[in-house]
């Protein structure tokens, strides 16, 4: 129990600290783009992870989740502080920040992707090939995830940037309590269902093209 346990983090803590990472610094450094410095000044667009880990989401949830048995895999980091006031056009810009998380975990996504077939077909490693599998997965799972659109999330954050004014302001009403919504949605099995797991499928077919 206690080697497996050490291999499953050594395999999977890399990727996974690397996917929430680089998903962070990729929001801080569209905000700082569109004119927020809010996240710049208080050190949060850097590629240091020990700026965005959250001991709870980044690394006991998906352990716990791990060891019992969970068809399904999330973690979270500390969220990248944004005025979106302060962005220099606020409902526009929106939606490139709260993209550039998830489509970094596409990219890296990708890149897994490439690693693995390089791996498999020059060295074999089963170790490299694990934590390749594990870069596949988790960027896959953090993209898909937050783009549920339901805001704090990424995805309800796009929303609310492309709604008209009236329903874009009548979503982001629901946002203290969107955290909830989506634990209620995810342990109905409803998210799992007809989010997570369709999209997921569709992305791995996606990234098998990068697998040669």
Known sequence: MGNNL???ILIVAP?????????????GYAAKYFGDYTA??????????IKHIDPIGTFLIPLVLKLSGSPFLFGYAKPVPVNFSALNHPKRDMVWVALAGPASNFIQAMIWSMLFSLIHHSIDNPFLLEMA???????????????????????????VGLLPYKQARALSQIEPYGFFIVLGL???????????????????????????
Do not use: C
Request: overall charge negative; cysteine-free; hydrophobic content about 55%.
């Open 6 to 8: 050490i291999l499953t």
């Open 15 to 27: 990727p996974l600290i690397l996917a929430i990472t680089l998903h962070e610094a990729a929001h």
């Open 40 to 49: 710049y000044s208080l050190g949060r667009v850097t590629l240091n992870p």
């Open 133 to 159: 599998k594990a870069g596949i997965y988790w960027n896959v799972v953090l993209a898909i995830f937050n783009l549920f659109p339901i805001p704090p999330l990424d995805g309800g954050r796009i929303l």
């Open 186 to 212: 995810s342990f109905a099995g409803i998210l799992g269902d007809l989010w997570l797991e369709p999209l997921m499928r569709l992305s791995f077919q996606v990234l098998d093209l990068f697998i040669i």
